[in-house]
């Protein structure tokens, strides 16, 4: 079940190179790692970034599920 993820728009807007973007892309994995993979993958054929210059913004930008609230939903 997948635990963690990050959006793109969120370590993105990290990267002065990448002012503007407005990405609505979420790598979601079971580990920070698997994620991390996602990322970078992703900005490298989407964003032609390469995601290991960021990869400490987008540790931060990594979240596991229900550490944090997204609102009120979500009962189940
Ligand atoms: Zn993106």
């Known amino acids: 079940m997948p ?3 990050a959006r793109c728009n969120n370590f993105m807007s990290g990267a ?4 503007g973007v407005n990405c609505k892309f979420i790598a979601i994995g079971e580990s920070e790692d698997e ?4 990322v970078y993958d992703h900005l490298g054929s989407v964003h032609s970034v390469d995601g290991k210059e ?3 913004n ?4 990594i979240f596991t599920r229900g ?3 997204f609102g009120t939903r979500g009962h189940g």
């Open 3 to 5: 635990q963690m993820y």
């Open 16 to 19: 002065a190179s990448a002012v």
């Open 35 to 38: 994620v991390l993979n996602q």
């Open 54 to 56: 960021l990869t400490n």
């Open 58 to 61: 987008i540790k931060r930008c």
């Open 67 to 69: 550490t944090k609230v």
